[in-house]
């Protein structure tokens, strides 16, 4: 087999992952609302080129080893494309941590489903260099998979966004309860009494002690003729 032919074929295989992989990047909004929170998830993107590189060395071979081949052959034809994939694989990898720690179930699902849409897209470049019938059996097999894995992970941010809601009601209601007993004038009556009553101590303590000080009996002269002063 001609190896740029397969060389371009892998290159078309990153690219589709690469897309994919930008499209994941935005998790973070699907299980946090916060804007705060993607904001953070953005400012982690300067890291040093050597340590994102090894972020993703350790994620590839943790979780999508079919890309060990796939990122090895860019590193040593396409440095260009070997950086791209490398940065897009960063911000993947620290999205997928933080969605752990937020929400370990859904970052399974996210694995999941990232994990078989990359065999997906493999398969596919597979079958641009050699057409046959195992790979196609196996594009096949992970676009069930990868079906099965998106169901289940919309399944669970529905169940997420139902417990979500759940909580804005309460909160809701409970924001309605108080306003309905809020009296606005009572409550700034009470506030404009509490402010006085604090100005005026503050006013007492200085007066109370300049008059303590101003009543004090002087303290007698030492006689000058007692023994110890001699």
């Not at 990232?114 to 260099?129: P, S, Y």
């Not at 019938?133 to 399944?155: C, G, I």
Request: charged share 30%; glycine share 4%; hydrophobic share 40%.
């Amino acid at each position: 087999m001609n190896e740029v032919n397969v060389l371009s074929n892998w290159r078309g295989a990153v690219a589709c992952i690469v897309l994919m992989l930008a499209a994941t990047n935005g998790l973070a909004a699907e299980y946090d609302l916060s804007r705060d929170a993607i904001a953070q998830a953005d400012g982690s993107a300067a890291e040093p080129p050597v340590e994102g590189e090894r972020r993703v060395t350790e994620f590839v071979k943790s979780h999508l080893p079919e890309l060990e081949l796939v990122l090895a052959s860019l590193k040593k034809h396409s440095a260009k494309e070997y950086q791209k994939a490398i940065g897009d694989l960063a911000r993947t990898s620290r999205r997928l941590e933080q969605l752990q720690q937020r929400d370990p179930d859904g970052f399974e699902l996210e694995l999941t489903f990232l994990q078989w849409q990359t065999r997906v897209d493999i398969a596919l470049a597979q079958l641009q260099v050699r057409d046959n019938e195992k790979t196609r059996a196996q594009l096949r097999k992970s676009l069930a998979s990868r079906e099965q894995a998106r169901v289940a992970r919309a399944r669970h941010d529905k169940a997420r966004l139902t417990e979500r809601i759940a909580r804005l009601q309460t909160q809701l209601q409970r924001l309605t309860d108080q306003l309905e007993n809020v009296d606005a004038e009572k409550n700034a009556d009470k506030a404009y009494a509490g402010a006085i009553r604090r100005l005026d101590a503050k006013q007492v303590r200085p007066n109370a002690a300049s008059r303590t000080k101003k009543n004090a009996k002087p303290k007698p002269a030492a006689d000058p003729k007692t023994p110890e002063n001699k």
